[in-house]
């Protein structure tokens, strides 16, 4: 490592390392607008957006941010067409495949959150196998919301809250936030501190609905395959002027 990386590798002085957000969530967009302005295939955009994606991994582990949660694709994106859903299974094949050994040496623990069992079956068996081999792992959390829909995760505890009321294994009254966190497809991971959107669009589009009542968000107008360490340390120190008072005064 030269001292230059080495340099990049630790949290830039002016962040304080105890008002970090630990946990970043990230809509991942722009992908297709960054390939247009170059004449390129929209495909071409995710290519690069995987490359970004891996950038802000290897950033939160630098910087110790001790999760992340990535918006890959949405329960709506299945309305685009064919080849590109194609393009995206396949992708995420590819990407894991190739990244796993690595991010099993980098100790990541990774989660796919979203309805699985709607992927392609060779897709799910390999979803399967990365988050069984890396669920002890110590290092960062790193979640990718895949075929994942805010509305659909919070109908999908609904049913089997009271799936467990119409067993007789638990009464409507008992049921409180922790039971229902409990059915998301997050549970164990914290609420996000900071969400950042990117390329402009201030919107939520159906990410994460519970889990970010009181999650900070940042948004900027760089596309997501633009997003690097400067933007990302952008967006922390923004984050660091906040006053999070969740309700208080
Ligand atoms: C985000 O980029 C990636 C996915 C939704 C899979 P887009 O593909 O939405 O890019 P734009 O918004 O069309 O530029
Ligand atoms: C949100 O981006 C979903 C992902 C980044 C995977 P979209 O591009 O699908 O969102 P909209 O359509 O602009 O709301
Ligand atoms: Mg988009």
Known sequence: MTAQTAKLRV????????????HVAVICD???RWAKRRGLPRIMGHKQGVEALKAALR????????????????TENWKRPQEEVDFLM??????????????????????????????????QKQIYA???????????QFTVATNYGGRQEILSAC??????????LLKADEIDEDVFERHLYTVGVSDPDLLIRTSGEMRISN????????????????LWPDFDRDEFH??????????????KI
Do not use: H
């Open 234 to 247: 952008r967006a922390l120190s923004s984050y660091q002027q906040r006053d999070r008072r969740f309700g």
């Open 90 to 123: 396949s992708l995420f094949q590819v990407v894991l495949r190739q990244e796993l050994r690595e991010m099993i040496k980098e100790n990541v623990r990774i989660k796919f959150a979203g309805d699985l069992e709607a992927l392609p079956s060779s897709l």
């Open 207 to 222: 990410f994460l609905l519970w889990q970010i009542a009181y999650t900070e968000i940042y948004v900027t107008d760089t």
């Open 159 to 168: 049913r089997a809250i009271a799936s467990q009321v119409e067993q007789g």
């Open 11 to 22: 949290l830039p002085p002016d962040l304080k390392p105890e008002y970090l957000p630990k």
């Open 30 to 32: 722009g992908n297709g």
């Open 59 to 74: 950033t939160c582990n630098d910087w110790g941010i001790s999760a992340l949660t990535a918006y890959a694709f949405s």
């Open 130 to 140: 990365a988050m069984e081999e890396t669920k002890d792992n110590p290092g960062i």
